[in-house]
């Protein structure tokens, strides 16, 4: 890993709690390490399901404990309602879950080639250090998982 004076690596919960600067190792993040943390990070929160109905999701006050999304599996991606149901509950989760990603846009779709799968494209703004970075995410999510892929502008 290059080190860099520019971000920081801090554990997930850390993050949440309220203290993006603080690495408890005093290991710094390169552009690269910082996609490869979003990634994983992203890819992670997609794939936890936390037990909330998208109605208590979005209107109630999810903590930390609540991390995740609740079940979208009666969505279908097939559906211009759903789909931005789905936007709705992803950008919410974002916000809620990745303070280190400002400036988020979502952007959810069907997927031409399975029927039964959603692409989400996000775009957002991460700061290393003084620099702000420009990150999209394009992910698939289907009824078994979310996969994708980052990159780093």
Known sequence: MHAT??????????????????S????????????HSLQLDLARLFNVRNGMS??????DAPTVLDYGLPDTLALSPQSAADLALWQQVLAHAIALYE???SRVSV?????AGKPTAARVAIAATAMLGRQLCQVQFDVVLDDRAAQGATRCA
């Open 5 to 22: 004076p520019a971000g920081s690596l801090v554990p997930l919960f850390d993050r949440l709690g309220g203290e993006p600067d603080a």
């Open 24 to 35: 408890a190792d005093g290991r710094v993040l390169d552009v690269d390490g910082l996609r």
């Open 54 to 59: 998208i109605a208590q999701f979005l209107g």
């Open 99 to 101: 303070p280190r990603l």
């Open 107 to 111: 952007r959810v779709a069907p997927d």
